[in-house]
């Protein structure tokens, strides 16, 4: 499909829409909890994770996935990613089994993609700069390799663009019955523009617990009433004995030969292999694009043809080509930048301006080129022949390779033979036969750090999930590679009133403090109400007085915050008191001031905004609700099918794999 496109003209604006897909976590598709969980007879074989009507979804597809999602919310990778990594599988395989799932549906209800509209989608789609920075395509070889970073194939992407593509003509099917009436735009409208001015009597949940000073007494009960909450809050922990053996110390005694930098050329030859390529300007007059099955306009095609030989006339008496580009030509993308089009290799663009352009010499501008684009006027700047760069000029690229893999090699060569003669020798004289020496470390739980390792959650998988009295082990770390041995194990316990002392009173505290501003908020709105005053029942009770200025429902007021946590109080008439109000750590009572409804002038400017944004709520439950019907109905038919082994398999995987 991408040779296709670029038969449209070389400097066309793919957009590969799709890769948002893969790099964002997947169709904006709700997730619904537990779909997929089912587990029917006949479960879908090795290596498949789901049967979903016509659609599959494999292990390497979720692994992918997956992978993308945390290339996205950790680009720079550390601790958090691999902790992470067995969660992103799940939520990866969650989601890949709802977008196929409505794939399915819709090749059952008849729905279907053709290549022109993928190719419609590719052009217009939002991710246009990823491949064509500057209005330019990187390339085939840069295309392929790009997708590849995702672990995908041309095909691949192309076949779950056609899904995403599919998907939304389903949804826009389903959604196509919302409506909303004039009368819900205008109580909208209202509901988000209404202001109000209010006085309002704070407690803070602060003050009450400075008050609060509980006995031994009541301390030791609240423990024991709440004891089962207890149990086993202290974790396990165990003791280690360990050596690291650290790669960039290897690293620093690993060199690189000739021999070596000579082996690996030898090896990657095809890696340093510089096609045959030409660097072009060009200006491009539009001729346009025939509808299908249409004649082509001849007096349009006169007209561009007229003008392009005009433009060609000013080059030809020695006009400057990359004015007259920055003037004429109709290619956006290249003609801020004079006609510039880079570098180019054959098959990258239509056949018409590729012919002209490898047969130019250096220097030499083209007649007009005719394409289905238009008439293209062309100027080589400059010639690559094909070639196979030298030793010498790749020399640092490899010498940096070269030493990785030699550092990796050697540094895992050492930890084997540190392990071997520790499981002969024992860890201490192992690491002393090598210039270490072995730390042995007091009790740690998994979520400790241990000198030289840092957070390291890979390794305390592996020390935690190690048997009692297991030989030396090893585990791979980002440092290199550590091997230890286990010394004792603490199986997790429950502590006793005495050691957790602090945090039970912390805990009865705020509990108590929790309950006390309810019931004098409470009492705060009482006495308000029945004195009409709610100065005075602030005084009693000593609150504090405030007034607010106008807000509105998406607005901020001191002590009580977003007015989200206060929305009753539009519902009040001037005067009216409200009951109690609950703001983070605050309680409030207020009493209405003032009350401003918006004008129809206003009303009349945002209409349309708001008519917009309940239409696509509407849509968007509709669609929700279409999601759990056919959720239910797969289930029940058995055309949903998941594999829990493999769901179980893929899990523990991925968290190996992020050790």
């Known amino acids: ?80 990613a691999s902790m992470l990594l067995p969660y992103f599988a799940s939520q990866a395989a969650e989601q890949l089994i709802n977008e196929k799932a409505l794939v399915a549906e819709a090749h059952r209800m008849g729905l279907r993609v053709n290549d022109d509209e993928l190719r419609d989608e590719l052009q217009h789609g939002q991710l246009g700069a990823t491949f064509f920075p500057d209005g330019k395509f990187i390339g085939q070889e840069a295309y392929e390799n790009l997708l590849q970073q995702h672990d995908l194939t041309v095909p691949q992407f192309e076949s779950e663009e056609k899904g995403f593509i ?38 803070t949940q602060a003050d009450i617990l400075k008050g609060l000073h509980p006995t031994d007494e009541e301390l030791k009960a609240y423990y024991d009433r709440n004891k089962a909450t207890y149990n086993n809050s202290i974790p396990e922990k165990r003791q280690i004995k360990y050596v690291v053996v650290d790669s960039s110390k290897t690293a620093a005694a690993t060199t690189v030969t000739d021999q070596d930098l000579q082996s690996y050329y030898d090896q990657h030859r095809d890696e340093y292999r510089v096609p045959e390529q030409v660097k072009v300007s060009h200006i491009l007059i539009k001729t346009p694009l025939a509808a299908p099955g249409a004649k082509e ?91 196979l760069k030298s030793l010498t000029e790749v020399k640092n690229e490899i010498e940096e390779k070269v030493k990785q893999q030699k550092t990796a090699q050697a540094t895992e060569s050492t930890a084997n033979a540190l392990l071997s003669q520790a499981r002969t020798n024992g860890l201490d004289k192992a690491a002393a036969a090598k210039g270490q020496t072995a730390v042995t470390t007091d009790y740690f739980t998994k979520t400790d750090n241990l000198p030289g390792l840092g957070a390291s959650p890979q390794f305390m998988d592996a020390v935690f999930n190690e048997a009692d009295k297991a030989p030396p082990d090893v585990v791979q770390v980002p440092q290199g590679y550590v091997v230890f041995q ?93 009951g109690p109000i609950t703001a983070g750590g605050n309680g409030v009572v207020a009493r209405l001031l003032d009350k401003q409804a918006p004008t129809d002038q206003d009303f009349a400017a945002k209409r349309d905004e708001i008519r917009q944004s309940l239409l696509q709520a509407k849509q968007n439950d509709l669609f929700g609700l279409f999601v759990t019907n056919l959720r239910k109905d797969m289930e029940k038919s058995k055309r949903l099918k998941v594999n829990q082994e493999e769901m179980k398999n893929l899990t523990r995987q991925s968290s190996q794999e992020g050790s």
């Not at 389903?174 to 004039?182: E, I, L, M, T, Y």
């Not at 009580?560 to 009040?572: E, K, P, T, Y």
């Open 166 to 203: 599919l998907v939304r003509k389903l949804r826009a099917l389903v959604s196509s019955s919302a409506f909303v009436g004039d009368a819900d735009v205008r109580d909208e409208f209202v509901s988000r523009n209404t202001k109000v001015k209010f006085e309002y009597a704070v407690i």
């Open 1 to 80: 499909m991408i040779r296709t496109l670029q038969n449209a003209g070389p400097t066309l604006k793919f957009v590969l829409y799709g890769l948002l897909l893969i790099i964002c976590g997947g169709m904006v598709i709700t997730l619904i909890p537990g779909f997929g969980s089912s587990l029917g007879i006949g479960a879908p074989p090795a290596g498949v994770l789901a049967t979903i009507g016509d659609q599959t979804v494999t292990v390497p597809e979720v692994e992918r996935e997956a992978k993308a999602m945390i290339r996205q919310q950790f680009p720079k990778g550390g601790p958090q």
């Open 297 to 387: 306009d001849e007096k349009a095609v006169a007209d561009a043809r007229a003008k392009a030989e005009d433009v060609l006339k000013q080059v030809k008496a020695g006009g400057d080509f990359a004015k007259l580009a920055e003037k004429y030509s109709d290619d956006p993308g290249s003609a801020k930048s004079g006609g510039e089009l880079g570098w180019i290799g054959r098959g990258r663009t239509v056949p018409e301006f590729e012919k002209a352009a490898f047969s130019l010499g250096k220097g030499q501008t083209s007649d007009l080129i005719k394409s289905s684009y238009g008439f293209h006027i062309i100027r080589v700047e400059d010639k690559q022949e094909a070639h």
């Open 486 to 578: 286990l010394l004792g194990i603490k199986p997790p316990a429950t502590p006793t009133f005495e050691e957790i002392r602090s945090k039970v009173e912390n805990q009865f505290k705020n509990e108590r403090a929790s309950f006390l501003l309810q019931q004098k908020t409470q009492e705060l709105s009482d006495r308000a109400k029945a004195g009409h005053d709610l100065k005075k029942a602030a005084k009693d009770l000593g609150a504090t007085v405030k007034t607010s200025d106008l807000v509105a429902p998406d607005g901020q007021v001191p002590d009580v915050g977003s007015m989200s946590n206060a929305s009753a109080i539009f519902a009040l008439k001037p005067g009216d008191i409200s």
